[in-house]
């Protein structure tokens, strides 16, 4: 009886939690899946524009050209969606994990409406011509305050629930959230402060671009999308996580080693040599908590991999882990200068930016979504369908893009390499591999607008009336 009993406090608890985050939850999935529709229409066009310049080229659409569209995509798709969604899914497991509920939502809503704003500025200023023509920071530079500002407000909220959480063991999960919640602010003040506002040399502002985007995905997209998996992984299911210490060696050698990479893509340009070979050591090193994650992940797994075949969201975590795995083994081969002189300057950087944004990290929140979502709304996913399409189509489209990019930008740069021959060759030599791009692109358009329909009806409410989980086939008898 005292079990029941027990038992019954439990699921009271998870619904009370439940409630408390689902308002600013919803807000931030719903929020950050209509940035994601905008910027692969927008992924799409600027791959266009690679080798049709003229592709919607009416008076009226000039904001359209590829020195606009392009930054323009990348930022709608790291701070419209990534963050939002890393945010959304945070929330929601910090709550969890900690057990406490989320006190004054509305407070996490009003500051996601203030980030918002900062991104529809952001964008709406690189249309009108005032973007930076930094990677990752091409927002006009008014904007970085307001979204900073705005993050905090939301983080602050993270912090609390920690505080208040019941006295135990704080999981894997719990670091990676915290940790990305200090790490971001860290990340985002330099390298504004540094580029905007106490500007060097050139030369000095392209190195610390560099060195913010690859903090980024280390230090705050790595962090959140591995939140989910070892949280996701284990629960599906139902047992812990394979090792603890391979937990926490990934998780220090991610904080110790992430904060050194980035610079290596200028081996051999106007920097310091010392540079870009501790950055080079850096990603090199990285291999080894790289491989204790990647190592635990499949350990949990093992044995029960047929639940790859009908889970959501073991299907999509599995994949976006093995993404992470790829783009850190590529990264490190990249830092070598024998690979890296064809990936620095050409088609390739597309291929890291992509494999580490939408192949790991959005493939994982995906699967975060799909789990968290029916729990919010009480009912569950209309369309195992859609969701099989969601995947097979994001997964084609994104595998394309990276082989596509890589294998284009390497060719690009060899015909870059060839100082006696005329540039327009290099630009030819990249065409037909921008035109494969441009049909993975539209995969992943059709892929994402259904993932925004599927994810309306749920907020809507207009789920199947179901206890059971909407799955991907028929469950097998040893799962």
Known sequence: MTDNKQADEDVLRRAAIDRSARLPVLFFFTSAAVWLAISVVLGFIQSVKLYAPGFLDAPWLFFLNYGRSNPAFMGALVYGWAIQAGIGVAIWLMARLCRAEVKNPLTLVVAGHFWNLGVLIGVLGIFAGYGTSMEWLAFPRAVWPILLVAYSLMVVWLITMF????????????????????????????????????????????????????????????????????????????????????????????????????????????????????????????????????????????????????????????????????????????????????????????????????????????????????????????????IRLHFWFSTYGIVSLVVLHFVGGIWQAAAYSQFDAPLENAVSAGRPYAIGASIAWASIMVSNVMFLYHLSLMVLRLGRRNENPTLLGHQHPAA
């Open 163 to 386: 505080q208040r959480r019941e006295p135990g063991e704080v999981y894997i999960s719990v670091w990676y959230i915290l940790g990305a919640s200090f790490w971001f602010p860290w990340v985002y003040i330099t390298a504004n402060v540094f580029i905007h506002i106490l500007p060097g040399a050139a030369v000095a502002k392209a190195a610390t671009n560099a060195w913010f985007m690859s903090s980024m995905i280390f230090l705050v997209l790595a962090p959140l999308g591995l939140a989910s998996a070892y949280y996701f992984i284990p629960k599906i299911l139902g047992r812990p996580v394979y090792s603890s210490q391979l937990a926490k060696i990934g998780f220090w050698g991610l904080a110790i080693l992430g904060g050194w990479t980035g610079v290596q893509k200028f081996m051999g340009g106007p920097l310091p040599a010392w540079m870009p070979a501790v950055s080079g050591v850096a990603v090199i090193l990285l291999l080894v908590p790289i491989l204790a994650i990647a190592i635990n992940h499949h350990m949990t797994i093992k044995g029960n991999h047929s639940l790859i075949e009908t889970s959501p969201t073991m299907r999509f975590t599995a994949a976006g882990a093995l993404a992470f795995t790829v783009f850190c083994i590529l990264s490190a081969l990249s830092a070598f200068f024998s690979l890296g002189q064809f990936t620095q300057i050409s088609q390739t950087t597309m291929a890291f930016q992509l494999l580490a944004v939408y192949g790991f990290f959005s493939l994982t929140i995906f699967g975060a979504i799909y789990f968290i979502v029916p729990r919010l709304v009480g009912c569950e996913w209309p369309s195992g369908s859609r």
